[in-house]
């Protein structure tokens, strides 16, 4: 479905934060990117979204070609690609059915964004917001809410966008693990439901392990295993944690 290829990506300051990278992204696939701080995890993720643009290399979306060809490519990829962030940008004035409702602006144009929501809008942004267990909270606004429920309304935003990929970069890194748990589930589930692909990156071993189909795992800017979760043992661990060996490898047990 969506392909990186050899992309690789070099910032300003000369750091390669991404060495020359070919990858290969299943439609359904539920994919986690796994490694530490500075791994190159959160590069890849926004390169398959043109939110980085590569040094080298390409994006390719199937039927579509070259995600980077035109400015109209990229926004027609971008607007059945939702984003999961870490600090999920909520508005907090605003109310949970408002900050999911920015959701669909993409899809209104610079003069319909001016405009009141529709009603059919309406109806997906409590839809979305109904699947991660918050309506009762909808109106409510979301600097009220707990870190964990602002993050559901995150998930519930980029559903929004009816997307046909979902991309998520450290949705659960600042949740406690309770909290995590729950967040990685309600994304998982309504995947599994809509058939949507997904990447997600995490530093969460036990995580990657329960929820993913396929792991890549990354270190110093590359790809070091790329399997079934189920494959990923003590000695996968330790090539992608590398100083983190003995820590990791206690994980993996």
């Not at 109904?130 to 009220?144: M, N, T, W």
């Amino acid at each position: 479905m969506l392909r990186l290829v050899d992309v690789s990506v070099v910032y300003g300051t000369g750091v390669t934060a991404l060495a020359p990278t070919s990858l290969e992204v299943s439609e359904g696939q539920f994919t986690v990117l796994l490694g530490s701080s500075g791994a190159g995890k959160s590069t890849l993720l926004r390169s398959l979204n043109g939110l980085v643009s590569p040094s080298h290399g390409d994006v390719v979306r199937a039927g579509m070609g070259s995600i980077f060809k035109s400015a109209s490519a990229l926004r027609v990829h971008r607007l059945s690609t939702g984003m999961v962030f870490q600090q999920h940008h909520l508005i907090g004035r605003l109310s949970v059915l408002a900050n999911v409702l920015i959701g669909r602006l993409g899809r209104r144009g610079m003069l319909g964004s001016c405009l009141p929501a529709t009603r059919a809008e309406r109806h997906i942004a409590l839809a979305a917001i109904d699947r991660v267990g918050l309506l009762d909270r909808a109106l409510d606004r979301a600097d009220k809410l707990s870190g964990g429920q602002q993050q559901r309304v995150g998930i519930a935003r980029a559903m929004a966008q009816q997307p046909r990929i979902i991309l998520a970069d450290e949705p659960v890194a600042s949740l406690d693990p309770a909290t995590a748990e729950r967040v990685l589930a309600d994304l998982h589930r309504i995947c599994r439901e809509d058939g949507i692909t997904a990447v997600v990156s995490l530093h969460q071993v036990e995580f990657a392990r329960r929820f993913g189909d396929r792991i890549v795992g990354l270190s110093k800017g590359r790809v070091v295993f790329d399997d079934a979760a189920h494959d990923l043992d003590a000695a996968a661990i330790a090539r992608i944690y590398e100083a983190q060996q003995p820590m990791m490898a206690q994980a993996a047990e």
